[in-house]
């Protein structure tokens, strides 16, 4: 009887990892303070994804996802809607200029637009949470 039971739960064990496969993935996304970590975060953060970590200092954003669930084109595209430049993907300009000033990061280079007028060097003084 112990034996069915320890059988059961090892089955039960290994069901449960196989349906639960996650990969994990980081990518450049640019951002200023913590408010944009909010926002990257939240933005990130779809179904199938069981985590993502923006950090500060190397601009760099983690997550882990499910593959089967989640496309990654996806998760750039969503973080450029809400206004953050990835590797990947540019935010449109107009709503990157809807971000309060303090969010309103270096822009991750474009290439065929030279001497961006809007760039700006400012850093939020509010840090993390
Ligand atoms: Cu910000």
Known sequence: MKTILIAFLTGFISLT?????????TFEVAGNCGMCKNRIEEAATIDGVTSADWNLEDQMLTIVYDPEKVDLDDIHQRIADAGHDTEKVRAKDETYKKLPACCQFERIEESNNPGNPEKKSGRCKRKGN
């Open 17 to 25: 990892g196989y349906s639960q496969s996650t990969e994990s993935a």
